[in-house]
């Protein structure tokens, strides 16, 4: 049945690549799951290949020419999701920092709820954050409190990326006009997804740091959405948010 698949963007995530797949396939519910690789050096790609011939019907790999950024590496995930016909489109890290057995959990929220966005939220019941220094989360959990001070969003984690949408929350905006790239994106499809007047929820989970791999948090990142909050707010002011 095609009607969930789990978008994943990679990057050299070799040592964790098998195990999300698997994690995520032994879940009750059917998932199918996308993997959009940026032309991985370490291999990502071709152990993805190597295990769609265990599941033919389920696991499915878009390779892209380079590293292009993570938010363009969603929106072609959720493109190919709506070419395809899913009606819930999940979003998910490949590094078990988002723990799979969550996904449950966001899918009933949006099938059995009647939500049309579910976040997996870090601090909508505390901070439940594992592995992280002090400094980080900090930095995340204030970066949260400002973009909801400036936009006026209700929602705790506004960074998260852990996320199922309904098929018509993505037909709703305009993928292509998508402005940010890193974690800039996130807010933004929230923020989008909050002015559109979309169903909202956030569903508590425990975030656990990657243990293998490298993060993709740099400087240029935390400026791009610090500036970018700031522009979507004004920009909002000139655009008719109607479906």
């Known amino acids: 049945m095609k009607e969930s698949v789990v978008v994943?963007?990679?990057?050299?995530?070799?040592?964790?690549?098998?195990?999300?797949?698997?994690?995520?396939?032994?879940?009750?519910?059917?998932?199918?799951?996308?993997?959009?690789?940026?032309?991985?050096?370490?291999g990502t790609a071709e152990a993805v290949m190597r295990l769609q011939a265990e599941f033919p019907d389920r696991l499915f790999l878009e390779q892209r020419k380079g590293k292009l950024g993570l938010g363009t590496a969603y929106i072609h995930g959720f493109k190919y999701a709506l070419r395809n016909g899913y009606h819930f489109i999940f979003e998910m890290d490949a590094d078990f920092s988002h723990n799979p057995h969550d996904l449950m959990h966001l899918y009933n929220a949006c099938a059995y709820e009647g939500y049309d966005l579910a976040i997996g939220s870090r601090y909508s019941s505390g901070v439940n954050v594992v592995n992280w220094p002090m400094s980080r989360v900090?930095?995340?959990?204030?970066?949260?409190?400002?973009?909801?001070?400036?936009?006026?969003?209700?929602?705790?984690d506004a960074?998260?990326?852990?996320?199922?949408?309904?098929?018509?929350?993505?037909?709703?905006?305009?993928?292509?006009?998508?402005?940010?790239?890193?974690?800039?994106?996130?807010?933004?499809?929230?923020?989008?997804?909050?002015?559109f007047g979309f169903k909202i929820k956030e569903v508590p989970i425990i975030f656990t740091d990657r243990t293998k791999g490298q993060s993709k948090m740099s400087k240029g990142i935390i400026r791009e959405a610090f500036l970018g909050v700031i522009q979507m707010k004004v920009g909002s002011y000139f655009r008719r948010f109607a479906r």
């Open 8 to 42: 994943i963007p990679t990057y050299n995530e070799i040592e964790n690549i098998e195990a999300i797949i698997r994690a995520v396939f032994s879940l009750p519910h059917p998932f199918h799951l996308l993997i959009v690789d940026d032309n991985s050096p370490d």
């Open 138 to 156: 900090l930095l995340s959990y204030f970066a949260s409190r400002y973009v909801r001070l400036i936009t006026g969003m209700p929602i705790h």
């Open 159 to 195: 960074t998260a990326g852990f996320k199922c949408y309904s098929r018509r929350v993505l037909e709703t905006i305009n993928l292509d006009k998508i402005r940010f790239i890193g974690y800039a994106f996130q807010i933004e499809m929230k923020f989008l997804t909050y002015k």
